[in-house]
């Protein structure tokens, strides 16, 4: 493997000469300059993975230098060395695209964690990226979003199983995007140019499943008045994607276990058998090792379809990943409804952080779709971040916390229907308007941002 090459930046010599001997004893292939004029020449001729810049030096200072970088390596992880008295400069060169800053005087093995943590931080994106442009080739992906360390994680197993043809079985709860996941493995196969073909088991009734996968002749049952291809043959060369599996009847388990044993299977009616070649997928947000252990589901058809387990992590987990899909949502439906809302203020995206997300993915895009539709504003407030309580969802706080969660609610409700009229509004909530205003003070609710609203 070949080594990483570090451009190493800054003006203390003796320094300089000592990060240069720590990073070549750790197996890096430093390259040291104290002159910035010096770096860029270098910048220019060579690739680097990775940069550490003093943040003052001799011509410049170390964001500037970074920047000049950036413009030409975006993507070039930048660490910045700084004094004590310069750590606000710090912070701002991280704002400005910097991957961390070290404190001088360091130590040399925090400097070598920093390094290889940013280079695996770029190996997983780079992974990542190069997923996603494969699946671009003929699925549009733009929903599979997220920088998190969870998803970063699927999308690298992903990549790693995409080309071989073992069964895949995908675990995650309901709308956390196993479907898509599904879409994704298949598009970033040698089989991507043949059929995906999705079956939803729990939409099957048990009467019509075995000709639904395995299709029929004429004939072979009352209503069959033509021949009819099932899904398995229609998937031929490609990829057949089974969802909520755990919802297959125990008698089709049986001759889908003896299908996916041989290739081969009998079409209902018909005396000659049809050999396929597809790759199958299979998903569900059961528990099919309860599932075994209660009789439900056959052992040795879970063992069979569990040879690659992927888990879809639930939103709760990647929490990190919501102000991306929410900007999504937001470009999508204001795309759709031809409306222009740019972004959610901060209250509106605190409250989607503090939500525990129960139904995932797919409850986070309605309630943006419904912000999106409400809005008459750029930026969507937290009053049209409805989310619902159903099954007692979300985090319980303190009765303090929650009962100032309802007044806060409560006066942002009252301002809007009367368009912002704290007269109105204080006497529709039974307040004297002295009061009424001290209530606006403590949440830091400004009547005037309702003055469009009024009903």
Partial sequence: MDKAKVLIVDDDRNLLELMKM?????????????????????AEKEQFDIAIVDLQLVQTDGISLMEELHRTSPELPVIILTAHGSIESAVSAIQRGAYNYLTKPFDHRELIVQIERALRNRNLEEEVRRLKDMVKERYDFKNIIGK?????ALLQQVNRVAPIDSNIFLSGESGTGKELIAKAIHAASSRKGKPFIEV???AIPENLFESELFGYEKGAFTGAVRSSKGLFAQADGGTIF???????????????????????????????????????????????????????????????????????????????????????????????????????????????????????????????????AMSTESLIKEDLIIISRIGGSGPIGTLRDERAQFERDYLRRVLRHTGGNVSKASEIAGKYRADFYTLMKKYDIDPGEFKSKGK
């Fill in 22 to 42: 720590r990073l070549e004893s750790a197996g890096y292939e430093p390259c040291a300059f104290e002159r910035e004029d010096e770096a860029r020449l270098a």
């Fill in 148 to 152: 998190s360390e969870a998803m970063t």
């Fill in 200 to 202: 939803n088991c729990a």
């Fill in 242 to 372: 089974l969802d909520e599996i755990g919802d297959m009847p125990l008698p089709i388990q049986a001759k889908f276990l003896r299908v996916l044993q041989e290739k081969r299977f009998h079409p209902l009616g018909s005396e000659r058998s049809l050999q396929v070649d597809v790759r199958l997928i299979t998903a569900t947000n059961k528990n099919l090792e309860k599932e075994v252990q209660e009789g439900r589901f056959r052992e040795d058809l879970y063992y069979r379809i569990h040879v690659i387990p992927l888990r879809i992590p639930p939103l709760r987990e990647r929490k990190e990943d919501i102000p991306l899909l929410a900007e999504h949502f937001i470009r999508k439906f204001s795309e759709r409804m031809n409306k222009k809302v740019e972004g959610l203020s901060p209250s509106a995206l605190r409250r989607l952080m503090l939500h525990d997300w129960p139904g995932n993915v797919r409850e986070l895009e309605n309630v943006m779709e419904y912000a999106v």
